[in-house]
């Protein structure tokens, strides 16, 4: 098929307001200690007004109030009810407010014209912007089907969106959260035990007697919640087994810091099953009562000894077997954690189910202290007519690969949006949610080569992000304080459903999403899929369901819908796991029959070679991604990221603590300027950084080049043969000393 959109130039985006210009005072108090409910306080001030809210901040939703002063915004605190928040917010989500004031904000909806044989935009009214969406939308539908609108999307609006183009035809629906973040996890857990561990996880923290963090970093991953009952288990004499190659602040709370050598976990975790083993320190009724392939795990980890994963982890064999025993001393009340971010090196479902192994045999999944069994709430969904059945979906572009993926590859629609020799592409319209794929999708070439062959990019986003560039029409969203969204409906010990009301007018002409996508229905002929008149009338069905109103909950928030029961299994309990045996398969059969290693095995990955250094990045408590960056209250408390470089290896380059310097890698892809931080914190073998640095469009005035972007560096990535999960950490860096 012969490429006919016109080369798709990124244009900038002008802003207006003036740097600055937003609330001054800074509101962050990380975790204020109140527990004060507000809706107490309703009425006690007449100038004072509190509204619910979920935070969009990040993906935990805590659930919350926001204050406003004589209608002015004021503070965001937690809503004492909320078990995601416990009744207090962490810094990024005290921070909210800084999103509705950010100057930079999208204003209006723009469209791509040629003015003067250059790219740039033009206002545009609703009206006219969702016109040109739908006509485009219906022009790819008729040329090549539906199902080459593909929908990108994360967070709470990406909802409306999924429901428009599942009515319009196409279920090509992914999410960076999957094959960029979560995917091997809830693959690994799924073949494993027959169900995924959640979000928020079914991890019992606060009850564990020994938590086992296999990178994961939490304190830096400020999910809230986890947080909490991370502290709590810490004040309570947990023990704690960080594996990380960088003393991370978890580490800093450990009993044992391990810092192994990047890229092999998978072999200090089989020389771990072959402790347990070969010492007899595993649940033998446990084991024996709801797990399936004991004698053949007992066989392949024979020689997975302490002294086989020495040279390969660089931990020692003795500090291997005392971990071993602590982990079992602790037993069932233990967590092997699954990890979240877990798209590491392309063998990221094996090295998860080891973990997810090893809990098995420690007898923690379904024990108090290990992995609770999670309550769901139940509420109407609204009702809206069948949905036309897709012809083809994304994976029809890739036949024989990743058989085991359960949800759409962001990566993989990317893929097959380029067309190649032996291969049509199959996207021809993307529709992108609340991502900014440009700093999101590794191989970022590759992401501006498939938007350069697509015939509709719409971007509905808040900020103007890189991924707005490219957009051939960008759709203002109000930020969340300004919108009501879907119900967040959690599960946990108990399951809980939260509200959003606005606590604002929207800004300028921005509109909610829900408003968005019921009006580009109307325009695609699709309304039928969107029947309630209002998202009020939506939620309030909703809501009746339960019990509740909209009514109520604007009052409440919150509303925990069950006592805790049943959390863990009873003594000797008989259960049918959701896996083909019935059992928790320690011996994957479905690994087998798709040809896969039933039982995880070590492979070697690529080194760095002389020179070069791997590379790895992380969060950092007071931003999310590159959402956060530009928003002044948290833009405070960190402007720019470093890169963290072992002491050594700073001597032998000469670089000195607090020097700005360029990173470049592998392939010759060269990074912005960036600071050098030099510290015993991190191994010799590798560098570190914090992701969603480095924003590159001037229009967020805030966060414009500072720092640097670890994607940029991402050239090369390890496809999860498994799923598809892009492995990102298989890129080596050198340092330039003369920054760019
Ligand atoms: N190199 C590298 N790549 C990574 C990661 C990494 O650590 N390093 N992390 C991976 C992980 S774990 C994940 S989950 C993904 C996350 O990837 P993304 O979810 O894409 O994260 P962001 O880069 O923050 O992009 C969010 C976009 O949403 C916009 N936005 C914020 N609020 C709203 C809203 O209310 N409405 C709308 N419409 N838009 C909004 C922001 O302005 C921004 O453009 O990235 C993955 N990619
Ligand atoms: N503040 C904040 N919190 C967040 C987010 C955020 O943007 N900001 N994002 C949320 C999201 S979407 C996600 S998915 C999670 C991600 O949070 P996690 O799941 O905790 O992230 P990871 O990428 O697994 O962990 C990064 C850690 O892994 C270490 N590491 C790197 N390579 C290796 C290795 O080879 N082996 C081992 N053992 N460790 C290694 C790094 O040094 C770093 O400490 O965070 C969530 N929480
Ligand atoms: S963990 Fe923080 S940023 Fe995330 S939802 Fe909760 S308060 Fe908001
Ligand atoms: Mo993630």
Redesign the pocket.
Same mark, same amino acid.
Do not use: Q
């Given at each position: 098929m012969k490429n006919k959109v016109k080369r798709r130039e990124f244009i900038k985006i002008l802003g207006a307001g003036t740097v600055g210009a937003a609330a001054g005072v800074s509101l962050v108090n990380a975790f204020p200690a109140s527990k004060v409910d507000s809706a107490k306080f309703l009425h006690v001030n007449s100038q004072e007004e509190v509204s619910p809210t979920y935070c969009e901040v990040?993906?935990w939703k805590c659930a919350g109030w926001v204050h406003k002063k004589d209608g002015k915004p004021w503070k965001i605190t937690g809503n004492a009810h909320d078990l995601n928040s416990q009744g207090r917010f962490c810094p !990024?989500g005290t921070g909210g407010i800084g999103m509705y004031t950010d100057p930079d904000r999208l204003k209006t909806p723009l469209i791509r014209v040629e003015k003067n044989g250059k790219q740039v935009f033009r206002k545009a009214s609703w009206d006219e912007a969702l016109d040109l969406v739908a006509e485009r939308m219906q022009s790819i539908s008729k040329k090549w089907g539906p199902e080459c609108v593909a929908l990108f999307t994360h967070g709470s609006g990406g909802t409306y969106f999924k429901n428009l183009l599942r009515g319009f035809g196409s279920n090509n629906i992914a999410a960076p =959260?999957y094959a960029q973040? !979560?995917g091997p996890r809830a693959e690994a857990y799924l073949l494993t035990y027959g169900e995924g561990v959640g979000s928020p996880e079914r991890t019992d923290i606060k009850n564990a007697k020994c938590l086992v963090l296999? #990178? =994961?970093?939490i304190g830096?991953?400020? +999910?809230n919640g986890q947080v909490q009952e991370f502290t709590e288990m810490v004040a309570n004499g947990g023990t704690v087994i960080t @594996? *990380?190659?960088?003393f =991370?602040t978890a580490a800093s709370k450990s009993k044992y810091w391990l810092p192994?050598k990047?890229?092999t *976990?998978i072999a200090l975790l089989l020389a771990w099953i072959n402790v347990i083993i070969e010492e007899e320190l595993y649940d033998k009724k446990y084991v024996e009562q709801y797990t399936y392939g004991f004698e053949a795990l007992k066989e392949s980890v024979k020689k997975n000894t302490p002294e086989w994963a020495y040279p390969l982890t660089t931990i020692k064999p003795h500090i291997i077997r005392q971990t071993a025993r602590e982990m079992a001393k602790a037993a069932p009340s233990v967590i092997i954690h699954p #990890?979240? +971010? @877990?798209t590491?090196y392309g063998d990221d479902t094996q090295r998860v189910r080891a973990g997810a192994i090893l809990n098995a045999l420690l007898g923690s999944w379904g024990r108090r202290g290990g992995f609770y069994a999670p309550a769901k709430a139940h509420i109407k969904k609204y009702p809206h007519p069948k949905y036309p059945k897709p012809k083809k979906n994304w994976k029809d572009a890739f036949p024989d690969q990743f058989p085991l993926a359960n949800l759409a590859l962001s990566s993989g629609i990317c893929d097959a949006t380029i067309p190649t020799p032996d291969k049509e592409c199959s996207f021809k319209g993307w529709i992108i949610y609340g991502t900014n794929l440009i700093q999101t999708l590794p191989q970022p070439e590759k992401t501006l080569k498939a938007l350069q062959n697509l015939e509709l990019v719409v971007a509905i986003d808040t900020m103007p992000a890189e991924i707005t560039g490219w957009a051939d029409v960008v759709l203002p969203e109000c930020t969340y304080l300004e919108r009501y969204d879907d119900l967040r409906i959690s599960q946990g010990r108990q399951p809980s459903v939260a509200l959003r009301a606005p606590a604002f007018k929207p800004k300028n002409e921005t509109k909610p999403a829900y408003w968005i996508a019921q009006k580009l229905a109307e325009k695609l002929g699709l309304e039928k899929y969107f029947p309630a008149k209002t998202i009020e009338e939506y939620l309030d069905y909703r809501l009746k369901s339960i019990g509740s109103s909209l009514e109520e909950m604007r009052k409440v928030g919150v509303k925990n819908l069950a006592p805790e029961q049943d959390l863990y299994f009873l003594d000797g309990e008989e259960y049918e796991f959701s896996t083909p045996t019935g059992k928790i398969e320690l011996y994957s059969t479905t690994l087998e029959e798709s040809g896969f290693d039933p039982i995880p095995k070590f492979t070697k990955h690529e080194e760095p070679p002389d020179g070069f250094y791997r590379l790895?990045y #992380? !969060?950092?408590?007071m931003?999310?991604?590159g959402r956060t960056t530009n928003n002044q209250i948290l833009n405070d408390l960190m402007n720019e990221n470093e890169v963290w470089i072992n002491p050594k290896v700073a001597k032998e380059w000469d670089i000195s603590n607090g020097e700005y310097l360029s990173l470049e890698n592998q392939d010759g892809k060269i990074s912005n300027k960036i600071k050098a931080k030099v510290t015993e914190r991190i191994r010799h073998d590798c560098v570190?950084m914090v992701h969603g640095f480095g924003h590159d469009r001037k229009q967020m005035r805030r966060n414009y080049l500072r720092g640097a972007d670890d994607q940029k560096l991402i050239s090369k990535v390890k496809l999860d043969p498994i799923m598809g999960g892009t492995g990102m !950490?298989v890129n080596f860096v050198t340092f330039r000393k003369e920054a760019v």
């Open positions: 990040c993906f !990024r =959260s973040c !979560r296999i #990178g =994961s970093h830096e991953n400020m +999910h @594996v *990380d190659p960088r =991370s192994i990047p890229a *976990d #990890g979240r +971010h @877990v590491w790895l #992380g !969060r950092a408590p931003h999310t991604f570190f !950490r």
